[in-house]
C-alpha cells in the first residue's frame, strides 16, 4: 500500500472559514494530486503538483489553492469555505516506477455549515 | 475532450452470479492509459488495473477480467461468481499524453451490490 496519509480526516467548518487540508506521503514520489468526490459526478481534479512549488490547475480549481514546499506534503486550501465546497477530497500521488498509476488516500470529509 | 461514461449506476445480483460493469471512453488521443478504481463501504480507493492504448490484450486476475475494445472505445470490467465482498462503488478512468498523463477523468461509478 502507498503510504499516504491524509489530515483531518473529518471536518465541520462554518461558511467563511479558512480550511487546509494536509497530504503526507512517504514514498518520495513526484506526483500529488488533489481531487473532490460528488454524488453524480465521480472524482474530479481540483489541482496537482508535479514538484516541489511546481503546481497546476484541474477541472474544479476556482475557491482552492494548494502549496508543496516539501516532496511528502500538499496542502489544499480554502481560503473562504463555502457549502458547494463540502465534500469528500482525495489525495493521490504517482510517481516511481509507475508514474500514470495514482494511489489514493483515506479522504477526508468535509462539511460545511 | 476526454469523457469517461460508465451509464450502469446500480447493479444487484446474488452471491456467485456473474457481472459486467460497463465502461466507455472517448479521447482524441492515439496514447491514453485506462483505469479500474474499487470504492468499498469504508471509503477508499483501491487500484485495480491499468491497460494502455496499445496493448488490447484481455486481462484476467483471480475472478476479475478486463475487456479492452478499441473498436468500441470500451474498457469492461467482469466478476465471475460475485461475493458479497464484491459489494463497493467501481470507478473507471482516463489519462492521456496530451495532459502528459498527470490528469485522471474518472467516470460517475457504479455501484454493485452483491447479496448472499
Known amino acids: 500500500d502507498a503510504g499516504i496519509t491524509q489530515s483531518p480526516r473529518h471536518k465541520v467548518t462554518e461558511t467563511g472559514t479558512p480550511v487546509t487540508l494536509r497530504c503526507h506521503q512517504t514514498?518520495?514520489?513526484?506526483?500529488m494530486y488533489w481531487y473532490r468526490q460528488d454524488p453524480g459526478h465521480g472524482l474530479r481534479l481540483i489541482h496537482y503538483s508535479y514538484g516541489v512549488k511546481d503546481t497546476d490547475k484541474g477541472e474544479v480549481s476556482d475557491g482552492y489553492s494548494v502549496s508543496r514546499s516539501k516532496t511528502e506534503d500538499f496542502l489544499l486550501t480554502l481560503e473562504s469555505a463555502t457549502s458547494s465546497q463540502t465534500s469528500v477530497y482525495f489525495c493521490?500521488?504517482?510517481?516511481?516506477?509507475?508514474?500514470?498509476?495514482?494511489?489514493f488516500g483515506p479522504g477526508t470529509r468535509l462539511l460545511v455549515l | 475532450a476526454q469523457k469517461v461514461t460508465q451509464v450502469q449506476t446500480e447493479i444487484s445480483v446474488v452471491e456467485k452470479e456473474d457481472v459486467t460493469l460497463d465502461c466507455v471512453y472517448e479521447t482524441r488521443d492515439t496514447t491514453y492509459y485506462l483505469f479500474w478504481y474499487k470504492q468499498p463501504p469504508s471509503g477508499e480507493l483501491v487500484f485495480l488495473i491499468r491497460?494502455?492504448?496499445?496493448?488490447?490484450q484481455n486481462e484476467i486476475s483471480g475472478r476479475y477480467s478486463w475487456n479492452f475494445q478499441k473498436s468500441t472505445s470500451s474498457f469492461n470490467f467482469t466478476i465471475t461468481a460475485s461475493q458479497v465482498v464484491d459489494s463497493a462503488v467501481y470507478f473507471c478512468a482516463l489519462s492521456s499524453a496530451n495532459t502528459g498523463f498527470q490528469k485522471l477523468v474518472f467516470g460517475t461509478g457504479t455501484r454493485l451490490l452483491v447479496s448472499p
Open positions: 514514498e518520495n514520489h513526484r506526483y
Open positions: 493521490a500521488i504517482a510517481g516511481g516506477r509507475s508514474q500514470e498509476t495514482q494511489y
Open positions: 491497460r494502455n492504448s496499445f496493448d488490447e
